[in-house]
Antibody
């Protein structure tokens, strides 16, 4: 069984940074891309980017270029997403999602449970 | 950027009824479309990918159809656990770009 377990809720001030982790188990971590998606309160889903855990290569959505960094630690099978220069409208639940099939971006299955990030002074 | 428009925003039906949810793309996406189900307080769950392929463990009452710009998610006979928000998603691979529709809330009538 594949599991993605995310770190706990965070509260951060405007202008600060937050780093969310996604610890995986049940599969070979380096074979499937990891995606990050966020959902603001009462809103839809927004793709932030993806990471190739084998090479460390990343692709970021244009909306987040320059503010997001996705990394991984292959020794602990964990992916990370760091968002900098936080604004109040970054308040959202952040999800990691594994690519369904190995070797390409494709679809997201399964997902982590989500991490609520609240940006407030 | 490809925009996905879902309709209706809210659909009110009763258990046992048939549900049809629409997703329209602003330009063709071929069959590169997926559907996700999201229940309150939970992460989304993949239902359908590549427009019509059911994900593992998804009941046969869920089906997806369409290609190009017009897609439909059909639930043949609603069960109580099907009332949730449904999101469509498209992808392009070179480079990877994903967009979601704004969601359709399926509620009990």
């Amino acid at each position: 069984q594949v599991y993605l377990v995310q770190s706990g809720a965070e509260v951060a001030k405007p202008g600060a940074s937050v780093k969310v982790s996604c610890k995986t188990s049940g599969y070979i971590f380096t074979t499937n891309y990891m995606h990050w998606v966020r959902q603001a309160p009462g809103q839809g889903l927004e793709w932030m980017g993806c990471l190739n855990p084998k090479s460390g290569d990343t692709h970021y959505a244009q909306n987040f270029q320059g503010r997001v960094t996705m990394t991984r630690d292959t020794s602990s099978n964990t992916a990370f997403m760091e968002l900098t220069r936080l604004k109040s409208d970054d308040t959202a639940v952040y999800y990691c999602g594994r690519s369904l099939y190995s070797g390409s971006y494709n679809w997201f299955d399964p997902w982590g449970q989500g991490t609520l990030v609240t940006v407030s002074s | 950027e490809i925009v996905l428009t879902q309709s209706p925003a809210t659909l009110s039906l009763s258990p046992g009824e048939r549900a049809s949810l629409s997703c329209r793309a602003s330009q063709t996406v071929g069959d590169n479309l997926a559907w996700y189900q999201q229940k309150p307080g939970q992460a989304p769950r993949l239902l359908i990918h590549d427009a019509s392929i059911r994900a593992t463990g998804i009941p046969a009452r869920f089906s997806g159809s369409g290609s190009g710009t017009d897609f439909t998610l059909t639930i043949s006979s609603l069960e109580p656990g099907d009332f949730a928000v449904y999101h469509c998603q498209q992808r392009s691979d070179r480079p990877p770009v994903y967009t979601f529709g704004q969601g359709t809330k399926l509620e009990i009538k």
